[in-house]
């Protein structure tokens, strides 16, 4: 049998939980993941994983082998990284998890100029706004943005992003511009999700001292582009992550609110699972994002 085939297999069925679940990863049907295992098992002699109807675990020893497992089929696949680099070039697939924001717009050309260096390198690019932990989720690298969940990862703060306050020229026209945050609470205002949840807005003021305004929220969303879409469309004054919003500020179609106040910059990390061994793949990436990424959260709307 082919171990090392097995083994991938295996490995990427307990890190997703399920047959069907590491099927779909490895474009395999279920039934064909289930016979790798168990050939794997009988060549092995033991039992790696209690299966249920729903679900699969490994055993003690299936997690031990597990861990082992891991680490072989990493230092295989940077041993032939190491061979394809020294001729020029990576193989493989590089697994990325990365939330909504920076999936949609920065993140694309970065992992597409990666791929025209490396262009027998295939890219998998999961999308989504929570934590994910790269050992758990079988993934290479995670970029999260605010605060950090835990696990066993290495995580590499690569910048920041502003968040700032805008609106369209005709609801300023219409509304009045607001000159200090108390007022704010006389707006319609826009904001993510998980912001100002008690209709209270943390800021910093102009003389670098933390201040609270009241708020009125007239739009809740769990996405940036909604609350984009309804502050060009005139609805109210928006909290938005600057590079989400900053070609629209530099083509005068959203106007900067209160722009001599600011909100805590939030923390973008790029994290990847902790071992003795990083793949090269992992650390293309990993060098390409901190020399680009940077630049990207970092440009000013006027640029």
Not at 41 to 56: F, I, K, W
Not at 88 to 98: D, H, K, W
Not at 128 to 138: C, S, T
């Amino acid at each position: 049998m082919d171990l090392l085939a097995a083994m991938r297999i295996y490995i990427r069925t307990v890190e997703r939980g399920g047959l069907s679940a590491a099927g779909r990863d490895l474009g395999l049907a279920q039934p064909t993941v289930s016979e790798r295992i168990e050939a794997l098992e009988r060549h092995l002699g033991v039992r790696l994983l209690d299966r249920t109807t729903r679900s699969v675990r490994p055993t003690d020893i299936g997690l031990a082998f597990y861990e082992r497992a891991k680490l072989a089929v990493e230092a295989a696949e940077d041993a032939r990284a190491v061979a394809t680099s020294l001729a020029g070039s990576l193989r493989g697939t590089l697994r990325i998890a990365a939330p909504h924001g920076l999936g949609e717009i920065g993140l694309p050309a970065i992992l597409a100029s990666l791929q025209t260096r490396h262009p027998d390198l295939a890219i998998d690019l999961t999308l989504n706004d929570r934590f994910v932990d790269p050992l758990a989720e079988g993934v290479d690298l995670s970029i999260r943005v605010g605060r950090l969940g835990e696990g066993h990862f290495v995580a590499r703060r690569i910048g920041s992003i502003r968040r700032v306050l805008v609106a369209s020229p005709a609801y300023l026209a219409a509304w009045g511009t607001p000159k200090l945050a108390d007022d704010l609470g006389r707006h319609r205002f826009l904001r993510v999700t998980g912001l100002a949840m008690d209709d209270r807005l943390a800021l910093i003021g102009p003389d670098g001292s933390k201040i609270t305004a009241a708020i009125q929220t007239c739009w809740r969303a769990n996405h940036w582009r909604p609350l984009l879409d309804a502050a060009l469309s005139g609805l109210g004054i928006a909290a938005l992550q600057l590079p989400f919003c900053r070609d629209e500020i530099a083509l005068g179609r959203l106007l900067q609110v209160l722009a001599d106040h600011a909100f805590e910059p939030i923390d973008v990390h790029v994290i990847y699972p902790a071992g003795p061994g990083t793949p090269l793949k992992t650390r293309a990436a990993l060098d390409l994002l901190a020399q680009s990424l940077p630049a990207f959260l970092e440009q000013d709307a006027a640029d």
